[in-house]
């Protein structure tokens, strides 16, 4: 006479309840994001180059010299630009820092 095991009972964890997170949508909404972060971080730094050169920045690269302080003011304002960039992103505004993880350290948005 043969007898049969009981048949396993399979408990739920609460791991099998939770949704399945897609990794690569995540990561490819992030690149996306992190790529037009950047292009706008050199978009506004031509954009302070152009305004220096189209006001008349470019009639001071005359001479050596000239060329010289001119470059100096123009890479000034490009600098300055990035600096300002910078300390946008200090400033953890909601919208350009990405959105906590459940297992971040960082402090939640207020």
């Not at 006479?1 to 995540?26: F, K």
């Amino acid at each position: 006479m043969t007898t049969q095991a009981p048949a396993p009972t399979h408990q739920t964890t609460t791991r099998s309840r939770l949704p399945r997170i897609n990794r690569r949508a995540q990561f490819a909404r992030r690149a996306r994001r992190a790529d037009l972060l950047v292009t706008l971080l050199w978009a506004s730094g031509a954009a302070a180059a152009a305004l220096y050169l189209a006001y008349g920045g470019a009639s001071q690269m005359t001479s050596v010299a000239g060329f010289i302080t001119g470059l100096g003011i123009l890479l000034g304002l490009v600098g300055t630009d990035f600096i300002l960039v910078l300390l946008v992103l200090a400033a953890r505004i909601p919208i350009v820092r990405s959105r906590p993880t459940a297992g971040s350290a960082s402090p939640p948005c207020i």
